[in-house]
């Protein structure tokens, strides 16, 4: 029997791996809509680091993609159950990027070559 790495309605934060300096940080976060062959299918938000601010800005269009979970280009973190995706936003704090969504969640992001 084959267990679902994912499952239909999980929350997930993706991280979008960069090739080159100039290249920008882009995130997603949304909801697991299926997963198959490796193969993750999720709706939600598009987060992308403002060029003049450096803050992350979340895109308003809500977005579906498909995405290989087995090809390296992406970062997947499993979010709680509990986070309210509409909340979530990031927080620069001392030493720490962190998204969060207003709540004691926080998902801590640092180690992800952030400058």
Do not use: C
């Not at 934060?13 to 940080?25: A, Q, S, T, Y």
């Amino acid at each position: 029997m084959q267990v679902a790495i994912l499952s239909p309605g999980e929350k997930v934060h993706l991280i979008h791996r960069r090739h080159f300096d100039h290249e920008p940080h882009r995130h997603f976060v949304g909801v697991v809509d299926a997963f198959a062959d490796g193969l993750l299918r999720v709706t939600g938000h598009v987060y992308a680091v403002d060029p003049i601010s450096f803050e992350f800005r979340r895109r308003e269009e809500l977005r579906t993609r498909v995405v290989s979970a087995a090809s390296g280009e992406v970062i997947i973190n499993v979010l709680p159950a509990s986070v309210d995706l509409d909340a979530v936003r990031y927080r620069q704090e001392p030493g720490a990027l962190r998204v969060t969504d207003g709540s004691t969640w926080h998902l801590d992001i640092s180690e992800v070559s952030w400058r």
